[in-house]
């Protein structure tokens, strides 16, 4: 099919939901292409549905979220029972630190869709990143008794049993992943915590396997990203040769907006050294 006779036949609301997919899975590059592709074609839809393009645009194509939270509350304020706006709204807020309001909005997307796993997992994030560990906690228990679950919700278990020094509880969490299509997580959970712990080589190890479980297919960009992450590690870690082979790694993988920024923090950093 070429591309002309496909424009046609795709309605561009399916290229923003593939936009949004790559974009929460850690597929930017991915995720940008398509949200541009939705928004060539949008004078083919609704007003309403041109909105949610829009949104999509401005936030993995443009990257200007100052633009997308006036989208998003037009959306919010156009529909009182849709529940995408809030949700979108909650996120985006917690992306540039007003976890206050990314709380409130959380709130407001579980009141009109209480069911929404996504919802549930934005409020827990924020939560999360306030340190409201208990809260945190209970919400998670609340979506799980109304059997909701969401692998971000066994990402902040992790993470706050880390902080609790409860390496059984950490445990749980990546036998929970185990099986699962997004199993290389795991490594990079364990990657990040014994980069904190100061266990170089156990981050190694870890980084080693989350990185090869993503060589390949669709995944290829995450895998760039962690080895341009593990570049900035080595670096902060002072094994400057293996920081550059990470480095160099990450961008023959895919150079694009996973790897080239953390390739040029890892370069800032050697520098300033």
């Known amino acids: 099919m070429s591309e002309v006779t496909s424009k046609r036949t795709v309605n561009p609301q399916a290229y923003s939901i593939l936009a949004t997919i790559y974009g929460n899975t850690g597929r930017p590059g991915l995720a940008a292409e398509y949200a541009k592709k939705g928004y060539e074609l949008r004078d083919r839809v609704s007003e309403s549905e041109k909105l949610l393009i829009t949104n999509f645009y401005y936030a993995f194509a443009i990257g200007d979220l100052s633009k997308k939270i006036e989208v998003l509350k037009l959306i919010t304020n156009s529909n009182p029972r849709d529940w995408s706006g809030p949700l979108d709204l909650a996120h985006t807020y917690r992306q540039i630190g007003q976890l206050e309001q990314s709380v409130t909005q ?26 409201h560990f208990a809260e945190a906690k209970d919400s998670i228990a609340q979506a799980l008794q109304q059997k909701i679950n969401h692998t971000d919700f066994h990402y902040v278990l ?55 479980l993503t060589a390949r297919g669709d995944t290829i960009e995450i895998a760039a990203r962690y080895a341009t992450e593990q570049s900035i590690r080595g670096a902060i870690f002072g094994d400057y040769r293996r920081a550059k082979e990470d480095a160099a790694k990450g961008l023959e ?13 890892w370069l800032w950093r050697c520098a300033a050294k």
């Open 106 to 131: 959380a709130h407001e997307a579980i009141r009109r869709n209480p069911y929404f796993a996504p919802s549930h997992r934005a409020l827990v994030l924020a939560l999360f990143q306030l340190n």
């Open 158 to 212: 992790y993470q706050i049993a880390f902080a609790e020094g409860d390496q059984a509880a950490m445990q749980e969490q990546i036998v929970w992943l185990r099986g699962k299509p997004d199993e290389y997580l795991g490594s990079d959970w364990q990657s990040g915590a014994a980069a904190f712990a100061g266990q170089w080589r156990k981050c190694e190890e870890a980084a080693g396997r989350a990185i090869g």
């Open 253 to 265: 993988l895919a150079r694009g907006r996973a790897s080239l920024p953390r390739a040029l923090l």
